[in-house]
């Protein structure tokens, strides 16, 4: 491989290494949890970008996560819903691979809607799913943030691979 090739090797490398988080958050705690996953995932070999209001025009990498609560039945976060609105308008998402977390109360009937109906329309639109959905219960979980800390290394796992 030449010096250029090597060097634009690089760069396509450190490129597919971004990661966009998505944040879906009305009182702080999915809030908390996507910048908790982002100092970990800086840490490591990621690089990641908070986005606090989604707009699809400044997602400009192809990884995404999404880290999103649940409100009224089954209702995205306020700040979540022109990104979505976007997202629904969008024809083609094929060039994007996501994972998704959910902050919900298993109390609710609705519990971790947000987080499955955002998945679904991510793959309608043709993103590719990288892992399950991981819903968090705060009903058992007195500290959301460790249970999406324990499963980093399955998402970092999925992203190593969906970046090479
Ligand atoms: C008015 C209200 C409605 C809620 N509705 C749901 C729901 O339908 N499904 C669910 O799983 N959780 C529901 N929750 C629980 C929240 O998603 C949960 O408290 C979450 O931690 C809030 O995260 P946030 O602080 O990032 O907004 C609701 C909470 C409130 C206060």
Known sequence: MSRIDRKSAIRVHRVMRNIEIIIGSQMGS???VAEQLAEQLDASEFSTHLHEQPDLNACQHPLWLVVTSTYGAGDYPDNLLPFIEQLT???DLSHIQFAV???GDSSYDT????ASNCAQLLTDKGA??????LKVD?????LPEDAAIAWLPELTQQL???AQ
């Open 160 to 162: 190593s691979l969906a």
């Open 111 to 114: 519990y971790n809607l947000a």
């Open 128 to 133: 590719q799913q990288l892992l399950p959905v």
């Open 138 to 142: 705060v009903q058992d979980e007195a």
């Open 89 to 91: 308008q969008h024809d």
């Open 101 to 103: 977390v959910g902050i």
């Open 30 to 32: 999915a809030e908390y």
